[in-house]
């Protein structure tokens, strides 16, 4: 049976691909999950639709995320550490105490979204990527102070 595609289906194929599934595999699984739809002339104009509206959703995302990066560029905060001789660090900075400092400056970051290059072990003023979006990265300084 010749099923649409409406999701993307891991082992399966992405939204818009029209595959070969057995009758079984599309009425019990793919058809009440909302996964796929059969193969129709209203099947396809179907999903015609849902593709514009995902295609909008997606831009709209993308500048939500592009105007946030703005506000990430200009912004930078200040992480306190512990060091000992020579403005070593008791360990490094992490994501997480990006995060915390984000936080005090009122823009709320997801640790998973924050790259660092190399450990931080020194204090110093660093430059830290951001990846808001597969197409957005910001960048942000981060200065490391001792306590």
Known sequence: MKVILIEDIEKLGKLGDIVDVKRGHA???LFPRKLAIEATNKGVEFLERKKKKREADLAKLKRDMEE???KINEA???VSVAAGEGDKLFGSVTPEDIKGAFAQEGLDIDKKQIHIAEPIKKLGVYQVDIK??????????VWVVKK
């Open 27 to 29: 009425r019990n699984f």
């Open 132 to 141: 808001l979006h597969p197409e957005v990265t910001a960048s942000a300084k």
């Open 76 to 78: 930078s905060c200040t």
């Open 68 to 70: 946030r990066a703005k």
